[in-house]
């Protein structure tokens, strides 16, 4: 029978999937539906329906965005090749690419230029993983392991950077820049380390919490990189973990014989499924749900720069 419900902070959405949620929906207010927006805002299901709901109609592609509609760019960032083809569109694009995703963009697009081979350190096929590649794709190598970094062929005196997925596992990355140093001792590191705040945050929460609890439950979806991280961390520890996108997906096996249950969220998930999570657990007759160490994290970052200037010339003419 579960005794309490502790609740990692920070948890939920970050500041860049909260500017990229409210872009679509300012967008909305703004031009009225459709909007289109290429791939999912940002990956959580819930989030994609409730703007569906409002009148966003989600695509794979710009080249599926009819001619002079406006689309928005999710907060995983796009190649060059995408603003190409929207501009032939003719396509009204209002960007939400989260900044730290862009300053991973101009550090390959840079170290590119200056004749860098660079290493990019992430998960193949992930939205931004593909935008960054995108970016120089005839001089960015992709490595997912310790394993890749000993396949990788470079001649002692090659000039090699690296950057990294915003949104990976903090120590499974180390492990892997600490194997790229060893055997590239001049490799050209990022100034500042490109997981982002958020993600390192919600993984330090988590790693808090452990060992005052019995399982993680993680709030998230399928394919949101850093939901699936916080996961691999407890399960990394020894304290079992699942993800569920909502209440819906607990399977009260999974409680048997435990007291306590942590509960985080990913960077992408709203705090109203938490709330549903707490409910689930009431209903079976939790009474102790309380907050872990509860850490503020105040980064805020400004809507996209088309949109600012489009809203204050409505402001303008009302």
């Known amino acids: 029978m579960v005794r309490k419900v ?8 970050c500041a860049g999937v909260e500017r990229a949620v409210e872009t ?8 009225g539906p459709p909007v289109y927006v290429r791939k999912q805002i940002v990956h959580n299901l819930h989030v994609v329906r409730d703007l569906e709901a409002r009148g966003a109609v989600f695509v794979d592609e710009e080249t599926e965005v009819p001619e002079g509609q406006t689309v928005v760019f999710s907060a995983h960032g796009v190649a060059p090749a995408v603003h190409a083809n929207a501009a032939l569109r003719r396509l009204k694009t209002i960007d939400a690419t989260c900044p730290l995703v862009t300053k991973v963009h101009v550090q390959a697009r840079r170290y590119a230029a200056d004749g860098y081979t660079v290493l990019l ?12 590649m995108g970016e120089a794709p005839d001089s960015i190598v992709l490595v997912e392991s310790v394993a890749d970094v000993a396949t990788l062929a470079f001649p002692p005196d090659a000039r090699l950077a ?11 990355t180390g492990e892997i820049i ?53 996961v691999e961390v407890a399960r990394a520890n020894g304290v079992p973990s699942y ?25 992408s998930a709203p705090e109203k499924l938490v709330d549903r999570v707490c409910d689930w657990f009431r ?21 996209p720069v088309e949109l600012r200037r489009e809203l204050t010339l409505a402001d303008a003419q009302r």
Request: charged share 25%; with cysteine; hydrophobic share 40%.
């Open 178 to 230: 600490g194997a790229l140093r060893a055997r590239f001792p001049q490799i050209y590191a990022p100034k500042k380390e490109d997981i982002c705040y958020a993600t390192s945050n919600r993984q330090w929460a988590v790693k808090e919490m452990l060992g005052e609890i019995d399982l993680l439950l993680v709030i998230g979806s399928r394919n949101s990189s850093n939901s699936n991280r916080l």
């Open 243 to 267: 993800l569920i996108d909502d209440e819906s997906e607990i399977d009260e096996s999974w409680t048997v014989g435990i007291d306590v249950v942590g509960v985080t969220s990913g960077a």
């Open 121 to 132: 350190i992430g998960h193949a096929g992930h939205e931004e993983v593909v935008g960054t």
């Open 162 to 172: 690296y950057v990294t997925q915003t949104t990976l596992s903090v120590d499974e």
């Open 6 to 13: 502790l609740l990692a902070s920070p948890r939920g959405y």
């Open 24 to 31: 679509v929906e300012k967008a909305l207010d703004l031009y």
């Open 283 to 303: 209903s079976r007759g939790v009474t102790e749900i309380e907050p872990f160490r509860l850490v503020d994290e105040d980064v805020e970052f400004r809507l």
